[in-house]
């Protein structure tokens, strides 16, 4: 299924770092602002949206933020496209792994650290059902290390009994008639 933009997404301004393979942040701005305030997702792995095309996990996120936030940063703790997270283990262990690891890492970095109008940071990278080879949590550490440097309250969408974020494909959407709700997020708690 092809998903779209929906009409309150300034998609000409759409900016992405990455290439056919890598996506390592994407930046999707609103067309009406109603305030200066941004927010950065962090999810487990880009799976199809770009400049042109969204997806559903994209649209999800999009609809939750909207009139919100002014623009939405979305990083991923994994840089690779893939459509089903079990695809992400045939790159761990590649001699290129550590590079884009690395450069992932740092996208989220200077993200935090050039838009002081992030206001809050998501997490929404799901469980770990897809068995990453002992990657996951210390990949989940190492991102959550960075965003705290820099001091801002982490959210994550999840059920009460869970203490896992919840993944957006799972949100939803506008049109769901779900009431999502935030929960601050206690690093301590993985």
């Known amino acids: 299924m092809a998903y779209t933009y929906k009409d309150y997404i300034d998609q000409g301004n759409i900016l992405i770092d990455g290439d056919n393979e890598h996506r390592f942040s994407m930046y999707v701005p609103f067309r009406i602002q109603d305030n200066n305030n941004q927010v950065l997702i962090i999810m487990r792995n880009p799976s199809e949206a770009n400049e042109l095309n969204s997806d559903k996990t994209i649209n999800n996120v999009l609809g939750f933020c909207h009139g919100k936030y002014s623009g ?34 740092q996208t989220i970095d200077e993200i935090l650290d050039r838009n002081p109008r992030i206001k809050h940071v998501i997490i929404a ?52 008639g779900y009431q999502l709700e935030l929960y601050e997020w206690m690093t301590d708690i993985l």
Request: hydrophobic content about 35%; proline content about 6%.
């Open 125 to 176: 990278w799901g469980a770990n059902k897809s068995k990453l080879k002992g990657q996951y949590k210390d990949t989940i550490a190492e991102v959550l290390e960075i965003v705290n440097k820099y001091e801002k309250t982490i959210f994550a969408m999840r059920f009460i009994s869970s203490n896992q974020p919840w993944h957006p494909r799972n949100w939803g959407g506008e049109d769901s």
């Open 72 to 105: 939405v940063f979305v990083a991923n703790l994994f840089p690779f496209y893939a459509k089903d997270p079990r695809q992400l283990n045939q790159h761990i262990g590649t001699s290129d792994y550590p590079k884009f690891m690395n450069k992932n890492k």
